[in-house]
């Protein structure tokens, strides 16, 4: 019989630990994870790929739970980990910064977050295509950290670009394209909305 240490042990009770979190229950995700997170690093080490990604779903936990410090502290390592084990353009490197980008911008450090989500955009443009899902996932990112710093006509433009290609690649139909498209309308209201504001009669 399997012991509580063991990999396969481990492995299971980081995919349940992902499953609550997924359906919303981010604190029994956090008591799961953080005794994972401890095992694989003394087992395993702290760079190997299943200690990389136990320390990306804790952080992603911390996150939807509002810890965003801790989040925060999780990602930036996991950043700095992966560009020396796997190099700066690895896809899983890029994943994890998108994932920091994320969290700053949860965390109101929206300078951060975009000069980081424009960093994995300009990276996977240049290595996978402006067309690609990831790139364009990037795209709505960075549209999304503008509108939240109110840069709202940057985040039309971004909007729009990211609508445009998830049209052509998944189709008009697709919920990530429904999703930008949903948030393209919202952000041009705000910006209507200013408009009218500053044209006011006083």
Same mark, same amino acid.
């Given at each position: 019989? $399997?012991? &509580?240490?063991? &990999? =396969? ?11 609550? !979190? ?14 994972? /997170? ?9 760079? !190997?790929?299943?200690? =990389?990604? +136990? ?10 739970? @509002? ?6 502290? =999780? !990602? ?9 084990? /796997? ?5 899983? *490197?890029?994943?994890?910064? @998108?994932? /920091?980008?994320?969290? #700053? ?10 000069? $980081? ?10 290595? $996978? @295509?402006?067309?690609? &899902?990831?790139? =364009? *996932?990037?795209?709505?990112? /960075?549209?999304?950290? #503008? ?10 433009? #971004? #909007? %729009? ?5 998830? %049209? ?8 990530? *394209?429904?999703? +930008?498209?949903?948030?393209?309308? !919202? ?6 909305? *200013? ?8």
């Amino acid at each position: 019989m $399997l012991g &509580p240490d063991d &990999p =396969l042990t481990l492995a299971f009770r980081n995919d349940l630990a992902a499953a609550l !979190h997924r359906a919303g229950r981010a604190e029994e995700a956090i008591a799961l994870l953080e005794p994972v /997170l401890a095992e694989r690093e003394q087992l395993l080490g702290p760079e !190997h790929p299943d200690t =990389l990604a +136990s320390r990306n779903d804790l952080a992603a936990a911390f996150a939807r739970s @509002g810890r965003l410090a801790e989040a925060i502290e =999780l !990602h930036e390592r996991n950043v700095a980990d992966l560009d020396r084990v /796997l190099g700066s353009d690895h896809p899983t *490197t890029l994943t994890a910064r @998108g994932n /920091l980008a994320a969290a #700053y911008g949860r965390a109101d450090r929206l300078t951060e977050a975009i000069a $980081l989500h424009e960093q994995t955009l300009a990276d996977r443009e240049r290595l $996978l @295509g402006p067309d690609h &899902p990831t790139t =364009l *996932t990037s795209c709505n990112n /960075l549209a999304g950290a #503008y509108a939240r710093a109110g840069r709202l006509r940057e985040s039309i433009d #971004y #909007y %729009k670009r990211a609508l445009a290609g998830r %049209k052509r690649v998944l189709g008009t139909d697709h919920p990530a *394209t429904r999703a +930008s498209r949903d948030a393209l309308a !919202h952000v041009r209201d705000r910006r209507h909305a *200013t408009f009218l504001t500053f044209r006011r009669p006083r």
